[in-house]
Nanobody, 126 residues
Framework: QAQLVESGGGSVQGGGSLRLSCAAS????????IGWFRQAPGKEREAVAG????????WYGDVGKGRFTISQDNATDTVYLQMNSLKAEDTAMYYC???????????????????WGQGTQVTVAS
């Protein structure tokens, strides 16, 4: 089964940037789509962005369109989430998650994702 480890969270002033990383390992036979989700205290989890681990099939949720960019590194099986122009409302725990895929599709519904990381906290001061 896939293991996912997030890193790169922290505290930043409004308008600043952070880059989150999700290191994926342990999957066999089938490859994976990796998605980023976030959850603020008292709120439902939101879909942020996703990509096929081999490249392509990129999707973005409404929360970060125009400010967030997802990318992947084939050599290290790492997925990045570059977050620019951060706002206080971006404060949340950010999780990466994975679901199996043959590369022809990637879903953005959290219920489809099977494997989840522990999360990394992002705090944006207003």
């Amino acid at each position: 089964q896939a293991q996912l480890v997030e890193s790169g969270g922290g505290s930043v002033q409004g308008g600043g940037s952070l880059r989150l990383s999700c290191a994926a390992s342990g999957y066999t036979r089938s490859s994976q789509c990796i998605g980023w989700f976030r959850q603020a205290p008292g709120k439902e989890r939101e879909a942020v962005a996703g990509v096929y681990i081999g490249g392509g099939r990129i999707w973005y949720g409404d929360v970060g369109k125009g400010r967030f960019t997802i990318s992947q590194d084939n050599a290290t099986d790492t997925v990045y989430l570059q977050m620019n122009s951060l706002k206080a409302e971006d404060t949340a725990m950010y999780y990466c998650a994975a679901h199996p895929s043959d590369g022809t599709w990637c879903d953005n519904e959290e219920g489809v994702f099977i494997y989840w990381g522990q999360g990394t906290q992002v705090t944006v001061a207003s």
